[in-house]
């Protein structure tokens, strides 16, 4: 029962990351933060049976009372009516200002959690407890919480810390493979875009990090949140360096938008969308085409698209300019000049690029 | 067309308000702002036809290219259904992270699309140009925004700070007589908890005020705004002292619930509240009887009530508790030591309570 701590420094907002098998049965990690609170667990149907016994004895042990809202599983509830479901819960119970939420679930459950979290009587404090791979290297760090709206993803949130987070390796053994997988995407993005010796190295301890093994996870998912972490840290409101992480997504949330949100796994359509990111960078003379092979290689080997789906130009381009990081209409693309070193390119040429999607 | 400017000290959040007749004209005030971004105008159906053309085009002068949302009067829409709109309107005209909202109306507008800009892609500028006395003088300062939920008010929200704040005392002219008396409420409640002089003033200037006086105004406009700047650059994110404002609101927020939303005015409500809070400090002996009369002689002059509608002593308490100021069940009440100088209670003696409620 050993783990690792990374501290996200972000001045008064900082907090710590504890990463490992059996984080969450630590008391002694909560307690400073939650002892004489009320804590309510925020899960989903899937998660509560597996987890939400043994995280509340955990918040119980650490001295706080415990409460549970449980939402359904799946992306299509990251809206409204379940966020208004948890306001109700928590006032329902009388949660107030001092009541800490503790979000026990991937993404969709950190993400509609925090926002609660950040919006209930104008913000509360909330911890998170990632229970995906995903959630363990992306949600965990940034502060980024929202739901989505019909006409765009995540376009309804805020920044909001946690007061800290447990990435517990041993919730992982029970996500199914495609999942997991997913997970692995965003891994290997911290690598294309800024360390090419941890994109080496996980090229290297691939078959570990498929076969779930506890010590490559806890280095992966530590590196992963230290390389958010630093980004983050130059760029907590997103105005500039922090673009660099959405490499991969703007041409991902493209396809998540046209194919229906829940089709295609975020990480699965960012694998396609750095796959595609990389071709565009060969094609305008800014990357080697071996090192877009590397990362094809890498994708095709963890089993996660390296292709789009079909889909129209025009559908293409509506759904990227609808994209957040886009200013005055023009659109926003992350690029690699080599593997482990990207680019913000804030007005990708269109003419280009329209070419460029019409054969992808 | 002078005007007088007061700067909000919030460190990198500064942000100046300007008040005066005809503020809304002044391209000069907003240009530094707005030049070169897209400016979206919230407002209701009845302020749209009095202003939104003349603020649009101080916005156009700016430099900004103007749009439009327009949703429906009232405080029953400070809730998810019109922002959902709103957000629908901001997606439809592809606003982006740059665009800047800026609200025109009272409280319910301001609240509604400060949060929609806190939350809109997880946060953009907003400016206010209030067009309440009750909003000019209380959601100017504070970057309070936020909706109602069905279970209690302005149970959602954020703390977001406007980029400026124009309160136009011309557009005063056109606010029907009741809700101006009770934007006075709020008013004499700056004077109440902070600056005897000031009640003092307001005492002696309230036929110039009830006459909607230009000087008058300014001066009780921008002094308000400082006395609740003073309070908040302390506080800025409500954990002590800016408890202080909340003077009257504990009351008047469970004769709101309890007579539901709209049938009193939010400061018809206060009003009575404060009343309340004075009695009730002079049953703790903490404040003269003859200064709580003052306050009364005040309401009353102002045709504000002092007196709270019929209520159950369990209704009181059970719509008090759910206040958002509480910690961990306790009812936190703001009472009087004299007039100019008040207290937070944070632990309400519950049975004094009844007693006095009981009798209310």
């Not at 008391?27 to 609170?37: I, K, N, T, V, W």
């Not at 229906?260 to 796959?275: D, I, P, Q, T």
Request: proline letters at 4%; hydrophobic letters at 45%; aromatic letters at 6%.
């Amino acid at each position: 029962m050993t783990f690792r701590t990374l501290i996200v420094d972000l001045g008064e907002r900082s907090y710590p990351i504890h990463i490992g098998d059996r984080v969450l049965d630590r008391a002694d990690l909560l307690a400073p933060h939650l002892e004489g609170r009320r804590a309510v667990v925020v899960t989903n149907a899937t998660l509560a049976p597996l987890y939400a016994d043994r995280l509340e004895r955990t918040l119980a042990a650490a001295g706080a009372t415990a409460g549970r809202i449980v939402i359904p599983d799946g992306e299509a509830h990251k809206a409204w009516p379940t966020l208004d479901a948890v306001f109700g819960g928590l006032l329902g119970m009388r949660a107030d200002r001092k009541s800490v939420i503790v979000a026990l679930g991937g993404g969709v459950v950190g993400d509609l959690a925090g926002f609660a979290a950040a919006s209930y009587q104008r913000g509360i404090d909330f911890v998170q407890v990632p229970t995906t791979l995903l959630a363990q290297v992306d949600s965990s760090v940034g502060g980024k919480t929202g739901i989505n709206h019909p006409l765009g993803k995540n376009m309804i949130g805020a920044f909001h810390q946690p007061l800290a987070v447990l990435a517990d390796t041993g919730t992982l053994a029970s996500l199914p493979d495609r999942e997991y997988r997913s997970g692995l995407a965003e891994v290997v993005k911290y690598g294309a875009i800024h360390d090419a010796d941890f994109f080496a190295w996980l090229e290297d301890n691939l078959d570990a990090l498929l076969a779930r093994e506890e010590a490559a996870l806890v280095h992966a998912i530590h590196r992963s949140c230290e390389v958010k972490a630093e980004i983050v840290a130059l760029d907590e409101r997103e105005s500039g360096p922090r673009a660099l992480l959405n490499f991969g997504h703007t041409f991902g949330h493209a396809i998540e938008t046209v194919q229906g949100y829940g089709k295609w796994l975020h990480g699965e359509a960012v694998a396609a969308g750095m796959a595609m990111a990389a071709r565009f960078s060969v094609r305008l003379g800014l990357l080697e085409p071996a090192e877009a092979d590397r990362l094809e290689g890498f994708l095709l080997r963890a089993k996660l698209p390296a292709q789009p789906p079909r889909m129209e130009p025009g559908a293409w381009l509506d759904a990227m300019g609808r994209d957040k990081k886009n200013e005055s209409g023009r659109i926003t693309l992350i690029l690699l000049d080599a593997l482990g070193r990207a680019r913000i390119e804030k007005a990708a040429p269109v003419g280009e690029l329209e070419a460029f999607l019409a054969t992808a």
